[in-house]
């Protein structure tokens, strides 16, 4: 097997430029990776280890790589209840940026929502609803009533 590396590139910018274009981010391809990015360290942190294995092999080679960035898989999974927690913890993941990121907490559910919806290409239907099982509440619903039809 021949790893393209040229085609890794090309397929991560022509999907960061349409992630930035869906996040209405007017050309900002550095926040809306740092979002992506938040919001996929976040994922992680609250599916199990299995769920995220079975999630990353759906994923093309630059989202892998973007998930497993600082993975450890020595963390136990955090218990997030509700929407507000998870936004809480992708700020956590964004550091510094995150009060200039996501601002607020509808913008915030914006951007997750936005960041699932493209997800989905990706991932088939009954691994999103293995992943919907391991989610917050609030978060489940808007993957159940948003994402999955």
């Not at 021949?2 to 996040?23: G, I, M, R, W």
């Not at 997030?80 to 009060?99: P, Q, S």
């Amino acid at each position: 097997m021949s790893l393209n590396f040229n085609q890794f590139a090309s397929e991560a910018n022509a999907f960061l430029k349409e992630y930035t274009k869906s996040l209405s981010l007017n050309g900002d391809t550095e926040k809306a990776g740092r979002i992506l990015s938040s919001i996929l360290h976040g994922l992680r942190d609250i599916i199990s280890t299995e769920e995220s294995l079975q999630l990353i092999a759906q994923f093309p080679m630059f989202l892998k790589a973007v998930y497993v960035n600082s993975w450890s898989l020595h963390k136990k999974n955090k218990k997030i209840n509700t929407m507000e927690e998870f936004i809480d913890l992708v700020r956590v993941f964004d550091g510094v940026t995150a009060m200039h990121d996501f601002k607020s907490y509808e913008l915030s559910e914006n951007y997750i929502n936005v960041t699932f919806i493209l997800l989905r290409k990706y991932i088939s239907l009954g691994e999103m609803e293995d992943i919907k099982s391991e989610l917050p509440k609030d978060l489940k619903n808007m993957v159940y009533h948003r994402i999955m039809f």
